[in-house]
């Protein structure tokens, strides 16, 4: 690989960046509708830094040298097989899982353009600590929320909730993020070169196992259950004076961890609370249905959220006695499972082979002493994307998990060079697309701000919603805010035409992403045009889809007033 000083230079803006995305863009945050994806503004920072690391990095294939190895080959087999079942599935609602395979591409271009890059073992280091960095970051955040913050505090965090939530705004996507972070930690420690290297890192058994204590997320201690002993069996064979610095400094941890709880209240989390399975073996188990009932096709990319709650109804109108969804689902909480149900197995047993070709590769093929820390970096985030929903609730945890695999394929595999012609697409995705993609959500966090100022405002500005210039980022979303808007105008002018334009779209937006707060809008949007509810088919489906619902049953009572309008979707 040509190591000329330009080359050398992209890798020191490469590794800047990353410090910048997760020590400054991983922190943007304002009151915001919560949830997943582009709703969050840290996400759309986040993408900010991914979109120039990407540039970045693919910079040297614009020269008409490509460097891969085995493991590029098989991520285009995994890609090409998430993205095959649009070929016999596209239907109405597929655009909704458009940005989801968008992503998984950029993260391939990304794990590509991370083997034309000359990284030595300290570059990785270096991007390590830049991880590392955001981790501690979070954990600093985490003890102000625990300890500080007051309720009414401008960053909307509860204090009498209990558990710190960073940035991410979900318990356990903070707790698996620290969980990779203290892992990270100790492999960073192993390679430590100065005092000052080997302080810093520390900070992460010291201060790390308090938070996760406090945050309750089962989650975030199964990853940390499986990945911390592995990495001391890793610093252990590596050096035992490095192994006794950290094991000390974890010990003081956790030791501090008591302390915490004692001073603090302990966790917010009932002993119960905690070893309830609570309604993921419901979930699981009709998720299982639904496969077994559409094992080669699926159900389509883009139908879950309504053929799951549609299916489930279904299944407890035939089989009486099952209990009904307590909570409105976008995702299974299994990653297997989603791509299961949607795309059918050939998804689901791509990534599944996927995950054990690297496995296996790490297991026989890794530099010796290295294999279990390997294994054990991946382990907090594989093991949550099998419980619940990580990469959708935060991009960091996404780019986290790609630079990880980098780091696993610059050490399993050996890469090759190749000549190409395609040096024009490599510009035009370095020069032309990351810039967009960077000018996208700079405007997107303009959007989100606008939607702060509308819900702050109890929708009393009108200007806020028209003042957007990007609504491509959760058109869903902004539609609904809109719609409801203007039918809790309508209801208080007694426009009846709009009231029933707003029944109109409200069926045709079930059909792609029914919740609660629809059909709750479109019962009282029923009242206020006057119509008998026992004989409304919209009352009907809504009772049906969503009985335990305080949405749903605070709208069907006979008593309900016309006017309390939900003005914002539940996910």
């Not at 390590?128 to 500080?148: C, F, K, N, R, S």
């Not at 509860?158 to 993020?177: H, L």
């Not at 809109?482 to 334009?501: H, N, P, R, T, Y």
Request: with cysteine.
């Amino acid at each position: 690989m040509e190591t000329s000083s330009p080359h050398r230079r992209l890798v020191g803006w490469f590794i800047g960046t990353a410090f910048f995305t997760f020590v400054v863009l991983l922190h943007v945050t304002f009151p915001n509708l919560g949830g997943t994806g582009l709703r969050m503004p840290h996400n759309a920072a986040v993408w900010m830094g991914f979109a120039v690391m990407m540039a970045l990095a693919l910079w040297p294939a614009s020269q008409g040298v490509i460097r891969f190895s085995a493991f590029h080959k098989g991520l285009g087999l995994l890609l090409l097989a998430l993205w095959l079942p649009l070929a016999w599935s596209w239907n109405e609602a597929s655009h909704l899982a458009l940005p989801r395979l968008l992503t998984l591409t950029a993260g391939a271009l990304l794990l590509l353009g991370l083997a034309q890059l000359p990284l030595t073992r300290r570059h990785w280091w270096w991007l390590g600590m830049a991880i590392l960095a955001g981790a501690l970051l979070e954990t600093a955040y985490g003890y102000v929320q625990y300890y500080l913050l007051e309720p009414g505090n401008w960053v909307g965090y509860n204090p009498d909730y209990g558990r710190p939530w960073g940035v991410f705004q979900q318990v356990n996507v903070m707790a698996s993020f620290l969980a990779v972070g203290l892992v990270i930690s100790a492999w960073l420690y192993g390679e430590a070169r100065s005092r000052l290297e080997k302080g810093v890192i520390l900070l992460a058994p010291l201060f790390m196992p308090a938070m996760l204590w406090v945050i309750a997320s089962r989650s975030g201690w199964l990853g940390a259950a499986i990945g911390v002993p592995l990495v001391l069996v890793h610093l252990c064979g590596l050096e035992r004076a490095r192994f006794k610095q950290w094991a000390v400094a974890l010990l003081g941890g956790l030791l501090l961890a008591v302390v915490v709880a004692n001073t603090g209240g302990g966790t917010a989390r009932s002993a119960e609370a905690i070893t309830s399975q609570g309604l993921r073996p419901q979930v699981y188990e009709h998720s299982l249905r639904m496969i077994a009932e559409k094992p080669i096709a699926g159900w389509g990319y883009g139908r879950f959220v309504h053929d799951f709650v549609h299916s489930h109804a279904d299944w407890r109108t035939a089989e009486e006695g099952r209990p009904p969804l307590r909570e409105h689902y976008g995702h299974p909480h299994n990653e297997l499972f989603y791509w299961g149900i949607e795309g059918g197995l050939l998804p689901a047993l791509a990534i599944l082979a996927f995950a054990l070709w690297l496995a296996r590769r790490i297991i026989t093929k890794g530099p010796r002493g290295e294999r279990l820390m390997l294994l054990a970096l991946l382990a907090p985030l594989a093991v949550h994307s099998l419980l619940e929903l990580p990469f959708y609730h935060s991009i960091a945890h996404w780019l986290v998990m790609l630079l990880l695999l980098g780091l696993v394929a610059s050490r399993c595999w050996e890469a090759q060079e190749r000549e190409h012609r395609y040096t024009f697409g490599v510009k035009v995705v370095g020069g032309l697309a990351a810039p967009a993609l960077v000018l996208f959500m700079a405007t997107h966090l303009h959007t989100l701000w606008q939607v702060k100022a509308h819900v702050e405002s109890g929708g009393e500005r009108p200007g806020t919603l028209t003042a957007i210039i990007n609504p491509f980022g959760m058109p869903m979303t902004l539609d609904f805010q809109i719609m409801s808007q203007q039918l809790q105008a309508a209801a208080g002018l007694g426009i009846g035409g709009f009231v029933e334009e707003y029944l109109v779209w409200g069926e045709a937006h079930a059909r792609l992403a029914p919740n609660p707060a629809l059909y709750a809008n479109m019962v009282r949007a029923e009242r206020i045009m006057g119509r008998d509810l026992e004989g409304s088919e919209i009352a009907r489906e809504a009772g049906r889809l969503f009985p335990d619902f305080e949405l749903m049953t605070e709208a069907l009572k006979p008593d309900a007033s016309e006017a309390e309008i939900v003005t914002d979707e539940v996910e």
